[in-house]
């Protein structure tokens, strides 16, 4: 199959766009929204995110994802091999942590170009045909080991003590996986010394707590609220703990 990660959001025509290439050079893979509300332009928290959803994903998935706010400069087009999974996007950062979390990670540019690519839209018009070739099982002939330059990301920490995602229930989620902290451990935001708890039936109403998310991060949320609303929370707001 074929996941779809993207800022994109669900309006406008952006992702229809993009889901009728994919049909027209794979229409028999299953293309699935994984989502379309990652961090807007911000491939960094975005690259965190993504690498948490990723060991969820079926082991022979292809994952087209599109956060490119640098699309039409000189960012080159990937595709990243790692544990059986397929990546194509971008080189901005946003394969790296999950690549560092892999047992195998294979990088390629992309050196393959459509007879029209605009200078705006690569998710459409370079990484859908590409994505779309390599889930249908067809040869892409522009590939090209990527040089042994330093990655961009290759600086970013391992985790990241921040919030990388705000649902549509006000919960935050951060870059941080839960084995970054002891069991039962504080954490501080806004200078606000926050509690462990298994989950929500375990506090009280209007009680500000974290918890260990499906994904495996540090998720801070409020029981009958709002995070984002009652801390003023938004991506980028950092995280701290006593390590």
Known sequence: ??????????????????????????????????????????????????????????????????????????????????????????????????????????????????????????????FAPVAARLASGAAI???????????????WPDDLPEVIYLDRFGNAMTGLRTGTVQKGQDISLKNIDISHARTFTDTTPDSIFWYENSNGLIEIAVNGGSAAKTLGLSIGTPVSFDG
Do not use: C
């Open 141 to 155: 002939g522009g590939l090209a080991v990527e040089s042994a330059a330093p990655r961009i990301g290759a600086d």
């Open 1 to 126: 199959m074929i996941l779809l990660f993207t800022d994109f959001g669900t309006e406008g025509p952006y992702v229809g766009q993009m889901k009728a290439v994919l049909h027209g050079f794979a229409g028999t893979v299953p293309v699935v929204d994984l989502m379309h509300d990652a961090p807007a332009a911000r491939p960094k928290p975005a690259a965190f995110l993504l690498a948490s959803l990723l060991p969820l994903m079926p082991q022979d998935a292809v994952i087209l994802a599109v956060v490119d706010p640098g699309v039409g400069g000189p960012r080159a087009p990937l595709v990243v091999r790692l544990d059986g999974r397929t990546l194509v996007g971008p080189d901005n950062g946003l394969f790296e942590p999950a690549a560092r979390r892999a047992a195998e990670a294979e990088w390629f540019e992309i050196t393959w170009s459509p007879e029209s690519l605009s200078a705006s839209f690569h998710g459409r018009d370079l």
